[in-house]
C-alpha cells in the first residue's frame, strides 16, 4: 500500500526526503509539495525529478551526470516527460494568496485522494516564532504581533487539513512557538485547539476532528482539552537522541485523525549519538579562501602569521600552553589544500561503513556536490584558528571576551563584553552533535566554525547539509546563500524518515 503525501512549506524537501525514501519509497508518495521562494523550489523539482526516474537507467544517468559535470545537460532537456511529472508534483506558491491558494486546491482535487490514505506534513515559516525572530521583531517600530501574517499562516495548513481530511499530519515549528503571544495569549495553546478542531477553527463548523501526539512521550492532547493540562515541552524532539548529528530542538506535533482511534502507542526510538566527527567523514579537508589575491601559499603565509601573533601575546599573558599549541598549528598549516567547489572532485576511497555514512554516502557520485568555502578576512581567520585551537585543546569553545582575551580577537561590536554575544564565534566540536543549524548560517559562519584550526574556516554547505542529514547525491540550487539558508531551514531528513516509520505503524495497525 503506498499512502499520499501533501507537502506545504516544503523548503528543500527535507520532511519530504524523509517519507518517501521510507522502504525505497515504496510506502509513501508525494503528490504535491508547495514552496514560495525560488530557488528552494528549483531543489525541490530536481529532487523530485530524481525521485521519479529510480528505475529509469537512462534519466538516473541524465541526474547524476548533471551532477558529475560541470557542462552536462539539464536533466529537463532531455527528459522533458519526466521533468513534467517533477514540476507538476513540486510547486511554487505562496500561501495565502488567492490565486496560488486555488492552484493548490485544484492540484490536490486533480489526485482524487482517499482521506484514509493521505497524510499532510510540513510547517509554516517560523521567524515570527523564535526567540531571535521575536527579538528583531521587538526592535521594529510600530511592530504589532497581531498584524504579522507569519503569525497565522499555520491556518493556510488548517485550511487543508478542513479540506483533505487527511487520516494523519505531522506538523513541525520551531520551540520558540511554545513562549510565543498574540495579544495576551499563547499562540502554541490556540495551534493545539485549532489543529483538533481545524473547520471550527476557521470558522466553518465542526468538521473533523484530530488527536495530537508527542513522538517523544507518551502525551496526547484530545479535542475539547484545556490546554493548560498539558505539558507543552512533551511535543519537543531533541533530534541528537535519535542518530542526529546536531542539537536541533523542534516542536514537532503528529496529528491522528479521530476515527483512526490511535493511541499514541508508537515513539521514535533513542539511539547513540552521532557526533560532528562521524557525519563530516570521508570529506575532503579544504581551506578559506582569502579574496580576490588568494592562493595556498599566500593562505598558508596569513594564517601562519595571524596564529604567530596569538601566540605571542599568550606567552606575554603567560598563557603558555595556549602560546605552544597556536604556534603549532602555525607551523603545521598544510599548503596545498583547496578551497572546493559547486561540484569538487572526488579522490581516494569514499567506502561508507557507518550507518549514518551508508545513508548519506552515493557511490555513483564522482564529485562533492555544494562543497566550497567561503572567503573570511583576515581577523577573522584568527579568531577561527583561535577558537578551533582552543576547542581542540579545552574541549568546549571559547566564551565571550574574557576567553577572547588575545590581543585582535575582540570584534568590533559596541556590546562585545556585555554578555549577550559569549557564542558569537562557536566551533562545532569533533566529538559531539553540532548546535542547531539555522538560516543565519548564510549570513556569516561565526557560529559554525570548522574543528579543525588546519582548515582555518566555517562549514560548506555540504557539511551543513550532513548535519542536516541531507545525502550526498541532494544537489542544492541557487547561490551559495541561498543553499545556505535552505539547508538552515529543513527538517532533517533522517529524523523525517523515522517519523514516517511511525506514521506507517499507524497505517498499517488501524
Known amino acids: 500500500m503506498t499512502y499520499k503525501i501533501i507537502d506545504l512549506f516544503a523548503g528543500p524537501g527535507g520532511l519530504g526526503e524523509g517519507f518517501a525514501t521510507l522502504n525505497e519509497g515504496r510506502t509513501f508518495n508525494i503528490v504535491v509539495s508547495a514552496e514560495m521562494e525560488a530557488s528552494a523550489h528549483q531543489t525541490l523539482t530536481l529532487r523530485s525529478f530524481f525521485r521519479h526516474v529510480q528505475g529509469d537507467s537512462k534519466a538516473l544517468r541524465a541526474y547524476y551526470d548533471f551532477c558529475n559535470f560541470d557542462h552536462a545537460p539539464h536533466p529537463r532537456d532531455l527528459f522533458p516527460a519526466a521533468w513534467a511529472v517533477a514540476t507538476g508534483e513540486a510547486k511554487q506558491l505562496t500561501l495565502g494568496n488567492q490565486e496560488h491558494n486555488e492552484l493548490l486546491d485544484a492540484r490536490i482535487a486533480s489526485h482524487k485522494l482517499k482521506e484514509d490514505d493521505t497524510i499532510l506534513i510540513g510547517g509554516p515559516p517560523c521567524q515570527a516564532y523564535s526567540l531571535v525572530g521575536r527579538a528583531r521583531n521587538m ?101 541528537e537522541r535519535y542518530g542526529i548529528p546536531q542539537a536541533r530542538h523542534r516542536v514537532i506535533i503528529l496529528g491522528v485523525r479521530e476515527d483512526m482511534r490511535y493511541d499514541g502507542a508508537h515513539l521514535l526510538g533513542e539511539v547513540p549519538q552521532v557526533t560532528v566527527r562521524s557525519a563530516l567523514k570521508g570529506l575532503p579537508r579544504l581551506r578559506s579562501k582569502l579574496g580576490r589575491d588568494d592562493n595556498p601559499e599566500k593562505w598558508r603565509d596569513v594564517v601562519a602569521q595571524l596564529g604567530r601573533d596569538l601566540a605571542e601575546d599568550a606567552t606575554r599573558l603567560n598563557e603558555f600552553e595556549l602560546a605552544e599549541w597556536l604556534t603549532n598549528a602555525a607551523m603545521s598549516l598544510p599548503g596545498n589544500l583547496e578551497t572546493g567547489a559547486l561540484r569538487f572532485s572526488k579522490r581516494g576511497n569514499t567506502n561508507s561503513s557507518t550507518s549514518f555514512q551508508k545513508w548519506v554516502h552515493d557511490s555513483n557520485l564522482q564529485v562533492w556536490l555544494n ?97 542536516q542529514t541531507f545525502p550526498d547525491n541532494y544537489f542544492f540550487q541557487g547561490n551559495r546563500t541561498q543553499q545556505y539558508h535552505q539547508v538552515g531551514n ?15 505503524s499507524i497505517f498499517s495497525n488501524r
Open 139 to 239: 526592535g521594529k517600530i510600530n511592530y504589532v504581533a497581531e498584524n504579522d501574517h507569519r503569525h497565522f499562516l499555520y491556518r493556510e495548513y488548517l485550511r487543508i487539513l478542513h479540506k483533505a481530511r487527511p487520516a494523519v499530519f505531522v506538523m513541525e515549528n520551531v520551540k520558540g512557538i511554545l513562549s510565543s503571544t498574540v495579544g495576551g495569549r499563547r499562540v502554541f495553546h490556540d495551534i493545539l485547539s485549532d489543529l483538533t478542531d481545524p473547520g471550527s477553527a476557521l470558522g466553518k463548523g465542526k468538521g473533523i476532528r484530530y488527536t495530537l501526539h508527542s513522538l517523544v512521550k507518551p502525551t496526547s492532547f484530545e479535542p475539547g482539552m484545556d490546554p493548560v493540562s498539558i505539558d507543552a515541552r512533551n511535543f519537543i524532539i531533541h533530534a
Open 371 to 467: 562543497h566550497e568555502t567561503r572567503s573570511h578576512m583576515p581577523s577573522d581567520m584568527g579568531r577561527y584558528l583561535y577558537a578551533s585551537v582552543f576547542a581542540e585543546q579545552y574541549g568546549h569553545s571559547p566564551k565571550g571576551h574574557e576567553e577572547f582575551a588575545l590581543k585582535g580577537l575582540a570584534p568590533d561590536h559596541a556590546n562585545w563584553e556585555t554578555g549577550k554575544f559569549a557564542d558569537r564565534f562557536k566551533v562545532q566540536r569533533y566529538d559531539a552533535p553540532s548546535t542547531t543549524v539555522t538560516s543565519h548560517i548564510s549570513k556569516d559562519g561565526h557560529y559554525y566554525i570548522h574543528p579543525n584550526p588546519l582548515q582555518c574556516r566555517s562549514l560548506t554547505v555540504r557539511e551543513a547539509a550532513r548535519l
Open 490 to 504: 529543513a527538517v532533517p531528513s533522517l529524523l523525517a524518515n523515522q517519523i514516517a516509520r511511525v506514521c506507517e
